[in-house]
């Protein structure tokens, strides 16, 4: 009888240590990470095992980790009814939530937890993490680090400390506080000392805010392998690009695309291809850009990278068709690309859709939120279509001894995208301190700019001329028409018709004469760097004279960044009637000059310009004498609202009075925008939300 209740014992804890050990295989399958093998073993187990709790609460983790969070949470909620408190079946139940990314669920779950439990790190770890999927940083950072305060050493606690300052930093970075965002990254070298994904951050942000130098250290310290040294290399690209250094931006690009070669790494592969041609087109290399996006898109079809791309070459060539077509393709494969919804309100713009611009930048920022790019990209549009006054004040003098003082004040005040309406005032007061003659003249104009369609604006404005000198006055009126066209990529074409009183100096306002001027302005660039721009004008004035003339220009931008271009001008004039006692009026006049032309910024705020040309002038028959003319200026911006400008020019170029005339102009411009906003923006914005 002893032994066969010795061999019961003994039977009945090999089934134990049998099943113990069996559901041990499905421990280690959870830890493990084969989920999917861990559903199976663990539905198999319930099978002979139904009333097994440690069972069910497996097969719950296995099945919610391996793609089915709301079957188990279902599970684990059937578990809480039949072991209601239970610890272990309640954080596995919250934790289901956060597998199916039922954040705002999970929060007040765990939060009574770790208030139950305030102690325990799985609690407590939980909690954070979903403050932190919540983007509620600062209390996650609370939670996490009093989860590592009660486990020290867990590795999984520092992990999820690393992603929320990520986080935190990003929220900073948005709200464009750049020195909080770097600090937190900078922590995080506390428990993790050069990781990768903040070192990537840090120099992002120093891209974002141009400090190209110190992008370039961070990335220099990213370079530890055969890999992250390509990455760094991509990285110096860019930053050498904002830095303004194209040049060296495909060196390096170029380097980087040596080296990708030999890794087996097609990620890596894409983003240095991507880079290197990116760089091309800084460069202007277009025609290299288009034959080396035609060999990648051979070897890596239905990229959003290679539309991109050919959407970039597109925006620098001023293809914006192309660029259009291709931003939408990346759309239709990723509504959420940031590339594709910018990228196509940029291109909008450059093809002059100014209301579908707005809303595409709009529909960024519903994707992603204060994201900086964006605002700016609006804040430009505003910017444009914010009814403003200009104040134009100048003091002339010549060697003629004539000096004039005018004063012009300019409002701008557009309606919506299409309809702008304009209103100029001008006072101008000459004299001449030897003849004595003085007169004065004001001007007052009306007019609207329409835009019929896209690069095509129909300009018109009507007025008065109140002239008043010694003995008497007249008023005569003024028009200015103009329409203005882009019929063909990177050209434009302008026509118009100008009536206008001559007002030169206090003699000629005298005069009263009135002209009648039929212009034609054309330019054309082009995409490697050459431009040619000609004026041709018909005046016919009302003392029956009539005068032609022609300008024209070929020029070459030598520069991008300042934009420094130089070239050489003609201009050929002639007269129906020579009256030289009266005005300048010769029957042929050419000149020949070459010129420079630099534009640029001492700061953000501030720009400054300077041109100069110089060469030779003929008069009829007369021997060919030097002229020389030049203007300097600086602008600053002190905020959006309000700017100013100096300028100073000089010329001894012919012009209404005489040859071997002398004229020097001072002036000061000060802008104001008096609205903060366009009129349309509430109703617009209001739109898009």
Request: aromatic share 14%.
């Amino acid at each position: 009888m002893r032994k066969f209740i010795l061999f019961i014992y003994l039977f009945s804890a090999h089934l134990i240590w049998a099943q113990e050990d069996t559901i041990t295989q499905g421990f280690q399958l959870l830890e493990t990470g084969k989920f999917e093998e861990a559903e199976t073993f663990f539905k198999s187990y319930l099978e002979s095992n139904p009333d097994n709790k440690t069972a069910k609460l497996c097969y719950g983790r296995a099945v919610g980790l391996s793609g089915e969070p709301k079957l188990a949470n279902t599970i684990f909620k059937e578990l809480l009814e039949e072991y209601p408190g239970d610890f272990e079946i309640q954080i596995n139940y919250n934790e289901s939530f956060l597998w199916d990314r039922e954040f705002v669920a999970a929060k007040p779950l765990y939060k009574k937890l770790v208030a139950e439990n305030p102690d325990n790190f799985g609690a407590v770890l939980g909690y954070a993490n979903t403050l932190s999927n919540l983007k509620e940083y600062p209390q996650a950072l609370e939670m996490v680090n009093r989860a590592i305060a009660i486990q020290p050493e867990n590795g999984s606690a520092k992990v999820s400390r690393k992603f929320i300052k990520l986080g935190y930093a990003n929220t900073f970075v948005n709200n464009q506080e750049y020195k909080k965002g770097i600090a937190y990254l900078n922590e995080i070298f506390t428990d993790f000392p050069e990781d990768k994904d903040a070192l990537l951050n840090l120099a992002n942000i120093y891209l974002i805010i141009k400090e190209t130098a110190n992008a370039k250290a961070i990335y220099a310290r990213l370079a530890t392998n055969e890999k992250d040294s390509i990455t760094a290399l991509n990285g110096i690209a860019l930053a050498e690009h904002i830095g303004e250094n194209d040049k060296e931006a495909l060196r390096i690009a170029g380097q980087a695309k040596e080296k990708v070669a030999s890794i087996d790494d097609e990620a890596l592969k894409e983003t240095t291809y991507d880079r290197y041609v990116q760089a091309l087109i800084w460069n202007n290399k277009y025609k290299d850009a288009k034959e080396e996006i035609a060999i990648l898109e051979q070897q890596y079809p239905d990229r959003n990278w290679i539309a991109a791309l050919k959407a970039t070459r597109g925006m620098y060539t001023a293809d914006f068709k192309t660029s259009l077509s291709n931003y939408d393709m990346i759309l239709s494969r990723d509504s959420t690309s940031f590339d594709g919804n910018l990228g196509k309100a940029n291109a909008l713009f450059a093809s002059d859709r100014i209301i579908p611009a707005y809303n595409a930048a709009f529909q960024t920022l519903k994707i992603f939120d204060k994201q900086k790019d964006a605002l700016g990209f609006i804040e430009k549009l505003n910017l444009k279509f914010t009814p403003s006054v200009e104040e134009h004040i100048a003091y002339t003098f010549d060697n003629g001894n004539n000096e004039a003082f005018s004063s012009t004040t300019n409002f701008h005040v557009p309606i919506n995208t299409k309809l702008i309406t304009t209103l100029n005032y001008q006072y101008r007061t000459t004299d001449n301190s030897v003849t004595m003659h003085e007169a004065s003249s004001h001007v007052l104009m009306a007019g609207i700019e329409y835009k019929l369609m896209p690069k095509t604006n129909l300009k018109a404005s009507l007025g008065i001329n109140s002239s008043n000198f010694t003995e008497d006055s007249y008023t005569q009126p003024v028009f200015d028409i103009k329409l203005q066209t882009q019929p063909f990529r990177l050209q434009s074409l302008d026509v118009g018709y100008k009536r206008e009183v001559q007002s030169f100096n206090a003699e000629l306002i005298e005069r009263e004469i009135v002209m009648n001027h039929y212009g034609l302005n054309y330019n054309m660039g082009t995409n490697f760097k050459l431009g040619w721009y000609t004026q041709l004008m018909h005046t016919r004035q009302t003392d029956d004279n009539i005068r032609n003339l022609l300008f024209t220009s070929l020029y070459y931008n030598v520069f991008k960044k300042p934009a420094f271009k130089v070239g050489v001008n003609f201009q050929y004039i002639t007269f129906q009637d020579q009256l030289p006692t009266i005005y300048f009026s010769p029957e042929t006049y050419q000149a020949f000059e070459l010129f420079g032309d630099l534009r640029g910024n001492f700061s953000e705020k501030t720009t400054y310009m300077i041109s100069a040309a110089s060469g030779l002038q003929k008069v009829e028959d007369d021997a060919q004498t030097v002229i020389f003319r030049a203007e300097v200026g600086v602008k600053h911006q002190f905020n959006t609202r309000w700017s100013a400008e100096v300028y100073g020019k000089y010329s001894n170029i012919a012009s209404a009075t005489a040859a071997g005339f002398e004229f020097t102009e001072i002036g000061l411009k000060v802008k104001w925008l008096f609205l903060k906003e366009p009129f349309y923006f509430k109703k617009l914005k209001k739109s898009n939300e």
